[in-house]
C-alpha cells in the first residue's frame, strides 16, 4: 500500500509547486476515488475533516509552515503502482485545475466532509476523522451516477 507522502509526492512530480491546501485536497479525492475504483484504499493514514477541508495530519506534519510545496518537501517511498497512478491521474484531470479554494468549497459540499464535521460550528477547529466507509459509499454512488448518466 502506497503512504499519504507517496501520493503527494506522486502529485507534485506530475503538477509541479503548488499550495499545501491544494495538494491535502488531491491527496484526499486520491484516497476517495481509489475506493470508488479499486475497492480498498490508497494509503492507510487517517483524513480529518478541518475547517478549511480535508486534511492527511501526516502530510500536514511534513509541510507545517510552508504555504507552497514541492516534490522534495515530503519523505521518499515506493513508487505507486500502475493502478494507484491511473487513479491519481483520473483525479488530476478532474480537479487539478482547480485552486485550492475550490477544492476546498467542493469538499464542503460533499457527504463524507459533512457528516465528520457534524455538529462542529462553521471555521471551529476539529480533528474528527473523515470516515473511509463514508468515503467508499459517497465516490461509489458518484461513480455510479455518472455511469448511468
Given amino acids: 500500500m502506497a503512504t499519504a507522502p507517496d501520493v503527494a509526492r506522486y502529485i507534485l512530480g506530475?503538477?509541479?509547486?503548488?499550495?499545501?491546501?491544494?495538494?491535502?485536497?488531491?491527496?484526499?479525492y486520491s484516497q476517495g476515488w481509489h475506493l470508488a475504483f479499486e475497492?480498498?484504499?490508497?494509503f492507510d493514514a487517517p483524513i480529518e475533516?478541518?475547517?478549511?477541508?480535508p486534511v492527511v495530519p501526516e502530510l500536514y506534519a511534513q509541510h507545517r509552515g510552508l504555504f507552497t510545496v514541492k516534490e522534495s518537501t515530503f519523505t521518499p517511498g515506493e513508487p505507486l503502482t500502475?493502478?494507484?497512478?491511473q487513479t491519481v491521474d483520473a483525479v488530476l484531470v478532474a480537479y487539478g485545475d482547480l485552486d485550492a479554494h475550490q477544492l476546498s468549497n467542493l469538499t464542503h459540499n460533499?457527504?463524507?466532509?459533512?457528516e465528520a464535521r457534524q455538529g462542529?460550528?462553521?471555521?471551529?477547529?476539529?480533528?474528527?476523522e473523515?470516515?473511509?466507509?463514508?468515503?467508499?459509499?459517497?465516490y461509489e454512488q458518484v461513480l455510479s451516477a455518472a455511469?448511468?448518466?
Avoid at 460533499?110 to 459533512?114: A, G, I, M, N, T
Avoid at 473523515?130 to 459517497?138: G, K, N, P, S, V
Wanted: avoid cysteine; glycine fraction near 10%; hydrophobic fraction near 45%.
Fill in 147 to 149: 455511469r448511468a448518466g
Fill in 49 to 53: 475533516a478541518w475547517a478549511n477541508g
Fill in 110 to 114: 460533499e457527504r463524507p466532509w459533512l
Fill in 82 to 85: 500502475v493502478a494507484q497512478q
Fill in 120 to 128: 462542529v460550528p462553521d471555521g471551529a477547529r476539529s480533528n474528527s
Fill in 39 to 42: 475497492g480498498e484504499p490508497l
Fill in 14 to 28: 506530475k503538477r509541479g509547486l503548488m499550495s499545501a491546501m491544494k495538494l491535502q485536497k488531491l491527496v484526499y
Fill in 130 to 138: 473523515i470516515d473511509r466507509a463514508t468515503m467508499l459509499e459517497f
